[in-house]
C-alpha cells in the first residue's frame, strides 16, 4: 500500500496509556498511518496545523483544553482533516456542543476495534458517522418538540441525501445545477423542518424519520 493511499490520523487525549493504545492498534492495521499525537485541545489545534492529517481522533475533557473548544477552533481555521471525537462521554452536554463546533463523527471508547476503523474512513471520507447509542441520543435531543412538521420537498431531499454523502455545498451547488446560495436556502428550510441546527443532526433525524433510507 503506498503512503498516498494510507488514512493519517492525529491522536489527542490526555492520557498516554490511551494514546499509546490507539497508535498501536492503528499502526497494527492495515491502510493507516498515526502522524503524531497531543495532550490536549490547544495542543491538537497546533499539532493538525503541523502535521495537516485527514482525521483527527479527539477526546473531549481534557486538562489542558477542551475537546470541543479545539474542534471549534479547526473548524475556525477551515482545517482540511475531518474531527472524529472519541470519548467516554455521551451525555447531550457533551455530544451535542461537539457535534455543533464540527466534529464529523462521535464515538465512544468502549467501540469495537472493527467499528472504530470504520468510523476512521468514513470520516475520512468527509461523511458523517455516530455510534448507534450517540445517534439516538442526538436525535432525541434535535427532535422537533411538536408533530406534524412540514414535510421535505423533493429539491429538499436531493440536497439532503447529497449532505449524507458528505458532499459539501459548492459540489452540491454544481451536481444540481443550482447557486451555492441556493443551496444554503435549501439547508435552512430544511433544518427547520427537521427541527435541527447542523448537517449531522439532519442526517441523524432524517434517518430516524425514514427520509434518508
Known sequence: MTSESLI?????????????????????APGF???????????????????????VLMDLRMPGGSGVAAIRELTRRGARAKVLVLTTYDSDSDTLPAIEAGATGYLLKDAPREELF?????????RTVLSPAIASRLVRAVRAPAPGNEPLSAREREVLALVAKGTANREIAREL???EATVKTHLTHLYAKLGVNDRAAAVAVAYDRGILG
Open 177 to 179: 445545477f443550482i447557486s
Open 118 to 126: 470504520t468510523a476512521v474512513r468514513v470520516a475520512a471520507e468527509g
Open 33 to 55: 498511518r498515526v502522524l503524531g499525537e497531543a495532550a490536549s485541545g490547544p495542543e491538537g489545534v497546533a499539532r493538525a496545523a503541523e502535521l495537516d492529517p485527514d482525521v
Open 8 to 28: 493519517t490520523l492525529l491522536i489527542v487525549d490526555d492520557h498516554p496509556v490511551v494514546r499509546d493504545g490507539l497508535r498501536g492498534m492503528f499502526e497494527s
